[in-house]
């Protein structure tokens, strides 16, 4: 038996005017995972229990398996194992987003434009941080680059003050009511400071101002966290695994789990990602040894996080056309039983632009087996009225697998 989860992050939503009372999951042609509901098992999933916070980080931790209450350790630490850095058990790490702030003198007086200084390149933020970092590293403190806007910063004999926002929380926002308070606000506060004065001239972002795109200049910390510890996923489930996924999160997940990252040419983690080539890559490592291949596509998500409903369905629809027609021609020519889990992590909803807890719709298809279905489509709300519901979110691996 082969399994494979399709993770379609945030493409869960909420019902909105413009879609007729619609959600773009509802709206969006995908004929394919359509195809597969009348016949598979259709319900509601709670991958985020109600004392964490709603981000990917707890949610894809609980769709792989690994309870979040006891795993969690905070999400920046996931990252910096896929990052590569070895951290100590007195390490605290943050995520270190490249933003775009607005050009107010003051700093309180900001505004979040962006929390991805517009996608800013892996190449071009890269030499930012190099930059950053001659100026800002102690023995007691080191950035680290990572992909795209996504980077990460490293204390010595840290403190975790659980009290950072996240920028894509804050998006068109006046940054003043969620700068960082507490135990380590001057401190964070302070580099924040430095890194616009040593951003704002800088010639790669006063390339993007004559090219029209944004500048990436400041730092912005979130999501702190200390070293994690992750059970093996073969001990767990006695299945050999992979990951697809363009983002340091899910590729730092799978490096603590023991499972694989394969890289993907092409993918992005937007709406231009390389859809085909993640199917294909999944279906190659499933011919060549893999049990299981987890493929994340934050594309939806991205789209959520911007507002941007067209992209988000137009992501939806890819997925469907690009990665599950392909791989349930590619599986059926195998001619080995095969299982599909189609989900998301989370919803992202257009209309707020960030992460809820909400309940999240999933299908869990096999090609041995035709469920007794009573859905002819697969959505937020036919999920709903199936009356599955998985409260405990880190148990539908178990019940995939087995």
């Keep these: 038996m082969k399994y494979v989860v399709i993770l379609g992050d945030g493409w869960a939503d909420y019902p909105l005017d413009k879609l007729n009372g619609k959600t773009p999951l509802s709206v969006a042609n995908k004929p394919n995972i359509d195809a597969l509901a009348v016949k598979s098992e259709v319900g509601l999933c709670k991958t985020v229990p109600n004392a964490l916070k709603p981000g990917s980080d707890v949610a894809n931790l609980a769709v792989l398996g690994y309870d979040p209450k006891a795993y969690y350790t905070g999400r920046s630490p996931l990252e910096a194992a896929s990052i590569g850095i070895d951290l100590t058990d007195t390490d605290v790490t943050a995520r270190a987003n490249l933003v775009t702030l607005s050009d107010e003198d003051n700093f309180e007086d900001k505004t979040m434009l962006d929390y991805s200084a517009g996608e800013i390149s892996t190449a071009e933020s890269r030499e930012l941080i190099a930059y950053l970092k001659t100026h800002l590293d102690t023995d007691g403190l080191k950035l680290y680059s990572g992909v795209s806007y996504r980077h990460c910063l490293v204390i010595d004999n840290g403190v975790v003050t659980n009290d950072l926002t996240p920028p894509h929380d804050i998006t ?5 009511p969620y700068l960082p308070k507490n135990d380590n606000s001057a401190f964070y506060l302070e580099l924040m400071k430095r890194s616009v004065e040593l951003l704002k001239d800088h010639p790669i972002n006063k390339q993007r101002i004559l090219s ?5 200049n400041s730092l912005w910390f979130w999501g702190e966290g200390t070293k994690p510890r992750l059970d093996s996923f073969f001990d767990k489930y006695g299945v050999k695994g992979a990951m697809i996924s363009a983002v340091d999160l899910l590729k730092g997940i799978a490096k603590l789990a023991g ?28 011919k060549n040894g893999k049990d299981f291949v987890y493929i994340h596509m934050e594309a939806p998500d991205e789209c959520g996080h911007q507002g941007n409903l067209d992209k988000k369905i137009y992501s939806i629809e890819q997925i469907d056309s690009k990665v599950v027609k392909t791989l349930i021609n590619g ?7 095969y299982a599909l889990l189609i989900m998301p992590d989370h919803p992202t909803p257009i209309a707020l632009k960030t992460h809820v807890k909400d309940p999240v719709p999933y299908l869990l298809y096999r090609s041995n087996y035709n469920y007794p279905s009573t859905v002819t489509t697969y959505s937020e709300e036919s999920a709903s009225k199936t009356g599955n519901f998985i409260e405990d ?10």
Excluded: Q, S
């Design 172 to 176: 068109d926002k006046k940054i003043a």
């Design 212 to 216: 029209g795109k944004r500048p990436a």
């Design 259 to 286: 499972m694989d990252n394969i890289e993907v040419e092409g993918a992005t983690g937007n709406w231009d990602t390389n859809f085909l080539g993640k199917a294909n890559a999944c279906l190659d490592a499933l």
């Design 331 to 337: 599986l059926d020519a195998l001619g080995e039983d």
């Design 393 to 402: 979110g880190y148990t539908l691996m178990a019940k995939f697998l087995h």
